[in-house]
């Protein structure tokens, strides 16, 4: 039997010919990444265990993130102990707040991962990557400290579920509304401990945006890891992006499937047959097309996070909201992921159209995703959100909800004071 792409990638990274699901191995590391959450719980670690010096000043990658710019002293103190790691250990990738971004938007854009790469991250969204065809997952600040000291970490071999994705998504249809409308057919726990594997014709139909939004919600179904096909639009991304990055030159290297790769399920999806789709609380698979909600008022819309704050997040958002005004008694924050995306905004002209709709355009940060700071919801309040979690007291008071959704549909629920048909508009 034949390898998936997830087990090419680990069985070269440990020196193997082979591997197959359930199986134990050590494999080396090309990327670990910690923010200011998870990086000093890990520093400690790193210390405690008579770590002396990383095992590569380029391959360590530390962004402060989380709750930047300091939304309190301990969060100060946070982000102090990551930067004096980073300065004492001579790191190359540490991005301080006015060069940082949100970490899983920025790693792609500064070309810091690429295809075929083995990556770990203190972070569960560490999956996103695998949109590039890079076998990414995250990991505790434990296996966090491990890693930085010796640049290798144990896995058990994934097994597999392969979506053959056909058709072209129809106007207002993103990867968000896609990989909603898979974890609501799957489940949370659908593919626990799995390799979520993308492929077929239809990826011809889906942004690199599209890909990096659809793989950051892999955990989102439970998955150990969710990887892209490698394609014509992967590869024109990496070029793009290839020399952002200038600490080190990356080595890509493009792993397909064996024909006689075992997949535990196989599941065909029309990208053409999916509506707009938003997860009512409290998990993302109690999902709903834009179709079967009914009135459905909200207080708060946040667009942005590492799932959805990329610059074609951005295009739809001001599409919609142009000429327009946010709903009265109605408060909507937008995030851009990174600087760059940022200043590209100003330079569009997002930022004024934003802005005169009555919007919050915020520094990139994530902020109120997992109940940081900049946009908490009090006891009662409802939130549709373009982020990727909407658990209970996910944002703020436990009395609180989160409805997740595109930037199309987050957009037209700004103006519309409820969740809101973008088609409708």
């Known amino acids: 039997m034949g390898m998936t792409m997830t087990q090419k990638i680990l069985a070269a990274h440990a020196g193997l010919k082979k591997v ?50 300091n939304k309190d002293i ?62 990414a997952t995250g990991i505790g600040s434990t296996d966090m400290a491990a890693g930085m000291a010796r640049g290798k970490a144990w896995f058990k071999i994934p097994s597999a579920i392969k979506f053959e994705l056909i058709g072209k998504p129809t106007k207002w249809v993103s990867g968000k509304d896609v990989i909603l409308h898979i974890i609501g057919m799957i489940g949370v726990d659908g593919a626990l401990y799995k390799s979520m594997e993308f492929m077929g014709a239809g990826l011809k ?41 200038k600490a080190f030159k990356k080595k890509i290297k493009v792993y397909k499937p064996d024909k006689d790769a075992e997949y535990e399920e196989t599941y065909v999806v029309d990208l053409s ?20 909600i009914g009135d459905i008022k909200i207080d708060q819309v946040v667009i942005g996070s590492c799932t959805n704050g990329r610059m074609e997040d951005m295009e739809v958002t001001a599409k919609i909201l142009k000429g327009k005004k946010v709903a009265k008694n109605l408060r909507l924050i937008i ?32 902020g109120p995703c997992l ?17 990727n979690r909407n658990f209970v007291g996910r944002m703020g008071h436990v009395d609180s909800e989160i409805y997740l959704a595109s930037p199309a549909v987050a957009a037209a629920s700004a103006i519309a004071g409820k969740i809101f048909n973008p088609e409708r508009l």
């Open 335 to 366: 995030f851009p992921g990174t600087q760059d995306i940022y200043l590209e905004c100003v330079k569009k002209g997002y930022t004024e159209i934003f802005i005169k709709a009555g919007a919050v355009f915020s520094t990139p940060t994530c």
């Open 74 to 135: 301990k969060a100060a103190e946070q982000c102090k102990m990551l930067r004096e790691f980073a300065m004492d250990q001579e790191i190359e990738n540490y991005f301080e707040v006015g060069q940082m971004g949100i970490e899983h938007a920025l790693l792609p854009e500064k070309g810091i991962v690429v295809a075929g790469d083995a990556i770990i991250g203190a972070d569960s969204h560490t999956c996103t990557y695998g949109a590039l065809g890079a076998f």
């Open 273 to 292: 047959k999916i509506r707009p789709t938003v997860a009512f609380p409290h998990l993302p698979e109690n999902t709903k097309t834009i179709d079967e």
């Open 371 to 387: 109940g940081g700071h900049m946009g908490i919801l009090a006891a009662g309040e409802r939130a549709v959100a373009t982020t």
């Open 20 to 69: 197959k699901a359930g199986q134990f191995i050590e494999a080396d590391l090309d990327i670990v990444l910690a923010n200011d959450i998870t990086g000093p719980v890990a520093i400690k670690e790193f210390k405690k265990m008579g770590a002396e010096k990383i095992f590569d000043v380029n391959k360590v990658v530390l962004v402060p993130d989380h709750f930047t710019p």
């Open 205 to 245: 139909n889906l942004s690199m945006d599209d890909r990096l939004t659809m793989a950051n919600m892999a955990i989102e179904a439970g998955a150990k890891n969710g990887i892209f096909m490698v394609d014509e639009i992967t590869e024109n991304y990496m070029k793009e992006h290839k020399n952002k990055n």
